[in-house]
């Protein structure tokens, strides 16, 4: 039986910016491209990846030199797991003045 075209699944891939490169320090726009990089944790790079680059609680991008936190959802201390479901990015400055504390 001979393989038909249409059951071939498209996979689309977004064109790496211009002169961008693994090595140029850029990790956070690695991170939120692929989901790895050596310089951050796997957590940090897969939520990256997750949230296209951007803060849970702004909408902003994040960018190189922004401290990054890792947040749960809900609150460990009311019930909320260690999982991926339950955590979220967000700048320092965001994390520290959140109204949802």
Known sequence: ??????????????????????YNGDWIYWSSKMGVHPEVSTRVATLLKRQKGICAHCGNYFTDGNPIEVDHVIPTFIGGRNSY???QLL???????????
């Open 91 to 101: 700048h320092r400055h965001c994390h520290d003045t959140a109204d949802f504390r």
């Open 1 to 22: 039986m001979l393989i038909q075209y249409s059951s071939t699944e498209i996979k689309r891939y977004v064109k790496v910016k211009g002169v961008a490169s693994p």
């Open 85 to 87: 479901d339950n955590w």
